[in-house]
């Protein structure tokens, strides 16, 4: 006897615009605007990457009146910022840091997320996945399918390197905003498709419902609303 498990479920619906208790993230990008001058760009992101607000800020207009900097930023502090690495996104703040307030620097500075840990939690959960079902055939009288993941999660270089090119963008500045978009969307798809991978199997369901990011990553985002709200306080 076969089982065949990977039938569709109408509770696969895993990862939405909206996520409760989360703001999503935020990427800042340094770089040419269209005119040739060094600029910051800034892109707010809904938890699952999908683009809700962009500023290209021309640094020479910033350290002349940093108002409208200071006022954009300050939407960011429910937010994780994500980048490749950890130091790009503290480079930037330590560059724009004396025209912000410190509370909102620190804010900033504790919410920061690297892509790579992303990719190597969920590459960890599959594993996890993959010995439950190894536990499962065990004791299965039932021939039991290895689960087969519609896509490999990528090493973090093939995956920049996939996102790399944005036809559309305006600007270099740009560029580098809309390609980290495209990565923190492709991430969280990768995630998507993890879960629904995993939930089609019965016995599986017993490891909790679908969550809508990975364990760590959708923390790290709560926290950052958490920080937000002790700000307020």
């Known amino acids: 006897m076969t089982s065949n498990p990977d039938q569709p479920n109408d509770e696969l619906a895993v990862t939405s615009d909206y996520v409760p208790g989360v703001r999503g993230h935020a990427v800042l990008a340094v770089g040419a605007d269209s005119d040739g001058r060094e600029a910051l760009a800034i892109w707010r992101l809904s938890a699952i990457g999908r683009a809700g607000g962009a500023w290209v800020l021309r640094f020479d207009e910033v350290e002349r009146d940093a108002e409208q900097m200071v006022a954009v930023v300050r939407l960011l502090v429910d937010r994780c910022l994500i980048d490749w690495e950890v130091d790009a996104v503290t480079s930037i703040l330590d560059r724009i840091g004396h025209l912000l307030p410190a509370p909102t620097v620190a804010a900033l500075e504790g919410n920061v997320l690297a892509i790579p840990d992303l990719l190597d ?73 993890t879960e629904q991978t995993r939930y089609r199997r019965s016995y599986l369901r017993s490891l909790g419902k679908p969550l809508p990011l990975a364990p760590r990553w959708l923390a790290r985002l709560r926290e950052a609303v958490a920080s937000r709200a002790a700000m307020s306080a």
Do not use: F, G, N
Request: avoid cysteine.
């Open 121 to 193: 939690e969920i590459a960890e959960q599959r594993a996890w996945y993959d010995e439950a079902v190894e536990r499962h055939r065990a004791l299965s009288k039932s021939k039991i399918a290895s689960l087969a993941w519609p896509t490999e999660v990528p090493a973090w270089k093939e995956l920049a390197e996939r996102t790399s090119a944005q036809p559309a963008a305006a600007s270099p500045v740009a560029a580098t905003a809309l390609a980290l978009t495209s990565a923190v969307a492709a991430t969280a798809q990768l995630w998507e498709d």
